[in-house]
């Protein structure tokens, strides 16, 4: 089995978050896409919105459960002098591992196979951008001990969320709306945007800056993600429940 068959075996791999992402513009270049199972969870559109707002060139950059690797590698494309991909999963950081090795970034992307643990860092660990995407609803289920109650997963969350302000300037942070993936355990009553925007407001406004937020809006079939405004940010049910999370953009305060 060649490089390229085996990154397509290992991408295929089956697992609760297998398929979550496109490749990344280089590794399309080099694998069919085709021999691939791909579900897009509108990577390209989300990463389009946040170069928009944020310079990557020569900053250093964690990407936290980073799947199989499309925002590290485009974060690196983007102009990031160094990347360091943290994931829990080990078929998804082989993959990434081999992509990096295939590709001879080991020099500027580093591969971590673990679950980021969010307590202990080293103050020395400093960052520029960390991307925090989609992680931190399932605390208690793929890492983080077990919890019993909602609220207890809730405060977790924002917790979590605030012991990054002290090794980043900068955070890009997504966040589902149902607590361990379970639709009988969301995390808001009515499941809205607004909801989960004043939740994260309230928890984070002594660690963090709302720089912007980004909110999907579908024309003509086509998706793309615009600042929060007095529209978009109504829950649209037609759009199902990923494209309803907003993509928050934070400066930390520390």
């Not at 009515?190 to 406004?205: A, F, L, P, Q």
Request: net charge negative; charged share 30%; proline share 1%.
């Amino acid at each position: 089995m060649n490089k390229r068959e085996e990154l397509i075996r290992l991408y295929n791999e089956t697992s609760k978050h297998s398929n979550y992402q496109i490749l990344p513009s280089r590794l399309a270049e080099i694998i069919v896409q085709d021999s691939l199972h791909v579900k897009t969870r509108f990577e390209k559109e989300r990463m389009d919105y946040i170069c928009n707002n944020i310079d990557f060139h020569g900053k250093h950059v964690l990407d936290i459960g980073g799947n199989t690797g499309f925002f590290t590698f485009e974060s690196y494309d983007s102009g990031a002098d160094k990347v360091k991909y943290v994931e829990g999963n080990k078929i998804h950081s082989d993959f990434v591992r081999k992509s990096v090795e295939l590709l001879g970034l080991s020099d500027s992307i580093q591969v971590v196979n673990e679950y980021y643990s969010f307590q202990g860092q080293s103050s020395s660990e400093q960052y520029d951008i960390v991307l925090l995407l989609n992680v931190l609803h399932h605390v208690g289920d793929d890492y983080g001990g077990s919890y019993e109650r909602l609220d207890d997963a809730k405060r977790k969350i924002v917790d979590q969320l605030n012991s990054i302000a002290s090794m980043t300037d900068i955070i890009i942070f997504q966040l589902g709306f149902n607590w361990m993936g379970d639709r009988n355990k969301c995390l808001f009553e009515n499941g809205t945007k607004r909801e989960m925007i004043e939740y994260v407001s309230s928890g984070i406004e002594m660690y963090w800056e709302i720089l912007n937020i980004g909110i999907a809006e579908e024309t003509e079939g086509k998706i793309t993600y615009r600042d929060l405004n007095k529209v978009n940010i109504e829950r649209n049910d037609r759009m199902g429940e990923f494209l309803n999370r907003p993509l928050f953009i934070l400066k930390s305060k520390r």
